[in-house]
């Protein structure tokens, strides 16, 4: 999202945070998926990282408990924010040990993005005498009770972007300028209002129509507003389907196994099954399907999602014959039944 739609509401955040303030404060951003709560907090973390003795953003708490369990979690934390690569956390209850007596003498910034459970929070920043003086949690969340449950000090809602706002982010991922001319002027304001100021959809949307004529733009119009309620996931289903047959596997292959995984390492494997990476991830990054955060991929939880279901629907009733699998009971299923 870059800063459109950000820059007016940074100072509001930092008001939240209170940097100047000798209080642990935690500070929650809560909104829906695609309101770009993860952009937002990224944005706010590089502005202040450089005020506390160490910082560590936390990427995607639901998907990486899932996968690893919170104790790896508890483990990356206290790695990054005490600088020690070789500690290891062996189960839960021995990391909240660890992050209370190790970390109660720093002043630290630490982010949990994408937090959707209680437990999350109780395990990784459980209590504010935890963590020293002056020390900043920040929460992103798609579910407000989470926060108010565990009593963060301030929640900030992520709202979406004003028309003004959104015409600008969409005239520059489409247009490549802060307003649309004249001949695109209509089209804009009709995409605009489609998206209903949802900086994903925006951004997704304005980067497929970049470079493309003004009976394209009609005609992506047009399949939109065909399909009624699934809005959202048209917009998103219309970049995938635009793509080149080879940058299809490589976006499958990163949402169904590599997001956030270091770019180095994603190509190295990519590479191994002949998907020429290198400019399947320039045209990727290039359409805002996926994003680079820290030599790391990232994609958005709603793309995420979208390439899974896609994935599924190649054989929704036998998940051997699908062409992946990354759910540990259709691995299980397909190994002990040895079906394809």
Known sequence: MGLIGIESRVEKLKSCLAIESNDVRIIGIWGTGGMGKTTFARVVYGMVY????ACCFIADVREES??????????KLLNELLNERDLKVQDVDKGVLMIKNRLCNKKILHVLDDVNELEQLKK?????????????????TRDKHLLVLHKVNEIYEAEVLNHEEALQLFSLKALKMDHPPEDYGKLSQAFVDYSKGLPLALEVLGSFLFKKSIDEWKSGLDRLTEFGERKILNVLRISFDDLQEIVKKIFLNIACFFNQMDRDNVIEILDSLELSPRIGLRDLIDKSLVKLHWNRLWMHDLLRDMGRDIVLQECPEHPGKRSKLWLYKDIDNVLITNTV
């Open 66 to 75: 899932g996968k690893r369990g919170l104790h790896k979690i508890q483990q």
């Open 124 to 140: 990784l920043a459980g209590e504010h005498c935890w963590f020293s003086s002056g020390s900043r949690v920040i929460i992103t």
């Open 50 to 53: 450089n005020k506390f003795d």
